[in-house]
């Protein structure tokens, strides 16, 4: 990985769609913004901020996620998700996390991934497939 600074950003966004709606990925009854759906937005933006420092063969995957949704977002809106890298140690990135709709924040918390190879890191899971 390429040296990167605490305080770096990452940004994703979003629609609110059908396929992102609390009914549509069973995550409740209403027609609003998942919670599911604002967290992988939120990974999303990690990833994000990563990507640039990964050198070939490498990827982050996510392993802490610890976030409030705090006000719901109709369909149609556009949603934001913020990431800053708060700490890193070693192969583990630690990111303060946000998501806003057009009106505000909806959603705040904490991240962390972690540093893999993807062939060594395929490989080991693809493993559990001769245990099961």
């Known amino acids: 990985m390429n040296a990167l600074n605490i ?7 979003t629609t609110v769609t059908e396929d992102k ?14 919670t599911p759906s604002m967290t992988a937005l939120m990974e999303a933006a990690a990833c994000n ?3 640039p420092f ?13 976030i409030k949704h705090s006000s719901a977002t109709p369909e149609t809106m556009n949603v934001k998700a913020k990431a800053v ?10 990111f303060d996390v946000k998501a806003y709709d057009d009106c505000g924040e909806i ?7 972690f540093l893999v190879y993807s062939e060594k890191f395929t490989a080991k899971t693809l493993e559990k497939l001769k245990r099961q």
Do not use: I, M, Q, Y
Request: proline share 0%; with cysteine; charged share 20%.
């Open 7 to 13: 305080n770096e950003e990452g940004w994703a966004e």
């Open 21 to 34: 709606l609390a009914v549509s990925v069973g995550s409740g009854s209403l027609r609003v913004f998942a």
């Open 49 to 51: 901020c990563l990507s």
């Open 54 to 66: 990964l050198e070939e063969n490498e990827t982050t995957v996510g392993t802490e996620l610890c």
């Open 85 to 94: 890298l708060t700490a890193v140690n070693g192969r583990e990135f630690t």
């Open 107 to 113: 959603g705040s918390g904490t991240h962390k991934r």
